[in-house]
């Protein structure tokens, strides 16, 4: 198990529908990442959140919307989705860069969203 | 464009085998290079490489950085069916914050 909990583990959604995904980490990390990852491909960056303020979007369609309520939360809400946004979704999170150099990415198990 | 390329993309090895797994980068933004195992789930941090020609060890595992050459290499000795999975290579660029640009990893399986 790794400490970044990601909540649903799974989740099956209809295109019409409205749902958020979350992502909780207790290790006083100051940035936090969406990822997604299709079948047999590498995970690719979604958003950056940096001391709760949205630092990187990385061309996400609308119908994504990230949001970060405080420093160890991160959701991620998702309306009028297609059925290739099926993947799996990781949040992922980092010591904020100290002046010593970078850190590591300590990714969460991912929610797996299937979009009928 | 910001590339990741990992080589070979599949190996098939057996139990005791030693491998090496290959990664090239480009040289744009870099700040490091971290390699990462994915089994089902979360991909687990196994080593982030800043500076060129150190060697990092954990166990069987080590992994070191050519920034000359810029590449990086993973070997695993004394393999294990336990070792069978996705291995991705990751470069770290960015200004303010870290972020990683994966490559599509190589997916090792290891035969009793």
């Known amino acids: 198990d790794t400490e970044v909990t990601q909540t649903p583990k799974h989740l099956v959604m209809g295109m019409t529908n409205k749902k958020s995904l979350k992502c909780e980490q207790h290790m006083g990390h100051r940035a936090m990442y969406w990822y997604k990852q299709k079948a047999k491909k590498p995970p690719e960056l979604m958003f950056v959140?940096?001391?709760?303020?949205?630092?990187i979007n990385e061309s996400v369609p609308s119908r994504f919307s990230p949001e970060c309520p405080n420093s160890s939360l991160l959701n991620l809400h998702l309306h009028a989705l297609q059925p290739e946004d099926s993947a799996l979704y990781l949040c992922?999170?980092?010591?904020?860069?100290?002046?010593?150099?970078?850190?590591?990415?300590?990714f969460g198990n991912g929610t797996r969203l299937t979009v009928t | 464009e910001d590339k990741v390329v990992q080589s070979p993309l599949s190996l098939v090895v057996h139990e005791g085998d030693t491998v090496t797994l290959n990664c090239s980068y480009e040289v744009t933004n870099f700040r490091s290079l971290l390699w990462y195992k994915q089994e089902k789930k979360a991909p687990t941090f196994l080593f982030m490489l800043?500076?060129?020609?150190i060697e990092k060890k954990s166990g069987r595992l080590s992994s070191i950085l050519d920034k000359k050459e810029l590449s990086s290499i993973l070997n695993i000795t004394a393999t294990q069916t336990g070792d069978s999975a996705i291995y991705l290579c990751?470069?770290?660029?960015?200004?303010?914050?870290?972020?990683?640009?994966f490559g599509k990893g190589t997916k090792l399986s290891v035969k009793p």
């Open positions: 990751a470069k770290m660029w960015g200004g303010s914050q870290g972020n990683l640009i």
């Open positions: 959140y940096s001391y709760e303020k949205l630092s």
């Open positions: 992922a999170s980092s010591p904020r860069r100290d002046g010593t150099g970078y850190s590591p990415l300590h």
């Open positions: 800043t500076s060129s020609g």
